[in-house]
């Protein structure tokens, strides 16, 4: 069972940043693809981001259009978190966002596992 805990939300201004953190209990965090999403009042639960485990390669990432350009996935498995920063918010990006733990990379939530409770990002305008 892996818990996981979000961090970093809040109220911010359009063109502000934020800094998303992920908290994993898990010692084989580093066996999951770890992923973002987030819901806005009244609308499904969206995609934002997702990166695989760390290889020699480095790690893979993918991200919904459109937050890219302006975020970025990141993971420290030595620390068994996983990270979202968020430049150039938009008041279209508030929503909670959640982060999830699973077994492959993917931008279906339903691939996921482990879900964090979420955090509120809200952007103002």
């Known amino acids: 069972q892996v818990q996981l805990v979000e961090s970093g939300g809040g109220l911010v201004q359009a063109g502000g940043s934020l800094r998303l953190s992920c908290a994993a209990s898990?010692?084989?965090?580093?066996?999951?693809?770890m992923g973002w999403f987030r819901q806005a009042p009244g609308k499904e639960r969206e995609f934002v981001a997702t990166i695989s485990w760390s290889g020699s390669r480095g790690s893979r990432v993918s991200y919904v259009d459109s937050v890219k350009g302006r975020f970025t996935i990141s993971r420290d498995n030595a620390k068994n978190a996983v990270y979202l920063q968020m430049n150039s918010l938009k008041p279209e990006d508030t929503a909670v966002y959640y982060c999830a733990a699973g077994p492959v990379l993917s931008d279906d939530d339903r691939k996921y596992i482990y879900w964090g409770q979420g955090t509120q990002v809200t952007v103002s305008s």
């Open positions: 898990e010692r084989t965090f580093s066996n999951y693809y």
